[in-house]
């Protein structure tokens, strides 16, 4: 019995975008035991495991070879102009392998920071970084990407006073 009577903290808590299935953008799911976050560290920290699927090193890709890795067992993305190798991390992915497979095969920068702007994907995926990704094709893909942001925050955006404009002060 607490003196206070305060409830005892639950983790999650209620309400909160980290419940299995509930709340956010993504959901969560049962992950297969052996693959837990703890996990992933763990194997991206085996130095002996290459988790790039390309030997390591640092290479340049086209959108068309981005292309071509959009399987379970062979997929890449893009997100911020580097190329990772999602594929030895799919079943460690909380937000389950259908998730990821959104963004294979493609660049998936928006979809990333749509469900995962704090994460730093640069040191969680360091190890499954392919290389860069290049070519005439990526800058229409930037170019739609900012349309695409200026369009979401526009319609995002508080309606404008209809005073302001009008050689008057805003209230």
Same mark, same amino acid.
């Given at each position: ?13 209620? *309400? ?78 909380? *937000? ?8 294979? *095969? ?66």
């Amino acid at each position: 019995m607490s003196f206070l009577n305060i409830p005892k903290a639950a983790f999650p808590a209620s *309400g909160s975008p980290q419940k299995l299935g509930q709340g956010s953008l993504s959901t969560k799911v049962q992950l297969d035991k052996g693959y837990s976050l703890h996990d992933w560290i763990a194997l991206h920290n085996d130095r002996s495991k290459d988790l790039t699927s390309v030997g390591g090193g640092f290479r340049r890709v086209s959108v068309a070879e981005l292309k071509e890795h959009n399987q379970v067992d062979n997929a890449w993305t893009a997100i911020r102009g580097k190329v990772y190798n999602l594929a030895p991390y799919m079943r460690y992915h909380p *937000g389950g392998v259908d998730e990821l497979m959104k963004a294979a *095969g493609r660049e998936g920068t928006r979809l990333f920071d749509e469900i995962h702007a704090w994460v730093n994907i640069e040191t969680m995926m360091e190890r499954c970084i392919v290389g860069v990704l290049v070519g005439d094709d990526l800058s229409t893909i930037r170019a739609r990407q900012k349309t695409k942001s200026k369009a979401s925050d526009a319609a995002s955006a508080p309606a404008a006073d209809p005073a302001i404009g009008q050689g008057q002060k805003p209230r």
